[in-house]
C-alpha cells in the first residue's frame, strides 16, 4: 500500500491557527457496514450500457436532462437520477466544505448508493476525520476510497514535491486517474459543482456529457446561501475547516485561506493560472446551442 505523504507542511494561512498534526497513514479502503475492505485496485470494467446517443448514457440523455432538470429542486434532480441510472451511477465527493449537503440527499434516498471518494495521500487529516464523521452521520454504507497505488507514487512522485514543480501532473497520477478508474463501472455520476464557484463554471448545466458518461450537477443553481440554508435546517456538519477560511478545500500543498472578498476558490493553486484539477473537464456545448 502506498504511505501517506507525512512531510513537514507548512502554517496553514500564515498563523490563521495552528498548524494540525502531521496526517496520519491512511490505507484505501471500500468502507461501509462491517469490517472495511482493501481496494486496492479499481473495481473490474463492465460493458457500457449506453453510449453517444444513447437514452441510457449518450450525450442526447444528458442534453435532455438537462433542459428537463433546467428549473428542478436539487433534492428532486438527485432522487431521479438515482432511479433513472439504479444500479449505474455514483455520488462523487470530496468530502470538502459544501460535501454534507448532496450527501445528506443522496442519503435521504439510498444510504447504499455508491460515494467515491479520492484520497490522494495530501489531504488534510481534518478533511478525513470530516469523511468518517459524515459517513456515521448519515449512515452511508457504500462510500468507496480510491487513490494512487505505490507504483504510481513511487514512480510518479517519490519525493512528494510534484504539487510544487507540475500540478497538473500531480493532479493526474494522484487524482484524476484513480476517479477514473473507479468510475469505469458507472453510465452516469453526480457532482456538487456550483455555478457561483467560479467564473469558469458559470454556465454550469444540469446535466452534461463528460464523453463517457452522463454527469449530473443538481446544484449548478444554488449559491453559498442556499447551501448555507440547507446545511443548517438539517443540522448537518461543517468541515471544520470552513469556518477558518477554506471555502475550497484540496490537498494541503496547493490549498490556501480565502479572504471574504476572494473568490471561493482563489486558494486553490494559489498564484498560478491553474483553477482546476483535471477531474471537472470543459464539457462539450450541447448540439443545438
Not at 30 to 48: H, I, N, T, V, Y
Not at 52 to 60: D, P
Not at 109 to 126: G, I, N, S
Request: hydrophobic share 40%; glycine share 8%.
Amino acid at each position: 500500500m502506498p504511505q501517506r505523504d507525512d512531510s513537514p507542511r507548512p502554517e496553514v494561512g500564515e498563523a490563521l491557527f495552528p498548524p494540525p498534526p502531521p496526517p496520519p497513514h491512511h490505507s484505501l479502503t471500500r468502507m461501509g457496514g462491517g469490517e472495511p475492505q482493501r481496494l486496492d485496485s479499481p473495481p473490474p470494467a463492465r460493458e457500457a450500457r449506453g453510449g453517444e446517443g444513447s437514452g441510457v448514457g449518450g450525450s442526447s440523455a444528458a442534453e435532455e436532462r438537462a433542459v428537463a432538470w433546467a428549473n428542478a429542486d436539487a433534492p428532486d434532480i438527485v432522487r431521479e437520477s438515482l432511479a433513472r441510472f439504479a444500479g449505474h451511477i455514483a455520488l462523487v465527493s470530496s468530502f470538502g466544505a459544501d460535501s454534507a449537503v448532496l450527501l445528506h440527499m443522496v442519503a435521504a434516498v439510498d444510504k447504499a448508493a455508491p460515494v467515491l471518494f479520492v484520497d490522494t495521500l495530501r489531504l488534510f487529516p481534518e478533511t478525513l476525520a470530516y469523511r468518517d464523521r459524515l459517513i456515521t452521520h448519515l449512515r452511508l454504507s457504500n462510500v468507496q476510497t480510491v487513490g494512487p497505488g505505490a507504483e504510481a507514487v513511487a514512480r510518479h512522485d517519490p519525493a512528494a514535491t510534484l504539487a510544487e514543480t507540475d500540478p497538473d501532473a500531480c493532479c493526474a497520477f494522484r487524482k484524476v486517474t484513480p476517479l477514473d478508474d473507479a468510475l469505469s463501472p458507472f453510465d452516469a455520476w453526480i457532482t456538487g459543482r456550483r455555478r457561483t464557484q467560479a467564473e469558469t463554471r458559470a454556465d454550469l448545466p444540469a446535466a452534461e456529457w463528460d464523453g463517457t458518461r452522463v454527469k449530473i450537477n443538481p446544484l449548478a443553481a444554488w449559491t453559498d446561501e442556499h447551501v448555507a440554508t440547507y446545511r443548517r435546517a438539517h443540522d448537518l456538519p461543517e468541515h471544520p475547516l470552513a469556518a477558518l477560511g477554506f471555502p475550497s478545500i484540496g490537498c494541503w500543498p496547493c490549498t490556501s485561506p480565502v479572504a471574504p472578498s476572494e473568490n471561493p476558490r482563489a486558494g486553490r493553486w494559489r498564484g498560478s493560472a491553474k483553477t482546476e484539477c483535471g477531474i471537472h473537464r470543459p464539457a462539450a456545448v450541447p448540439k443545438g446551442s
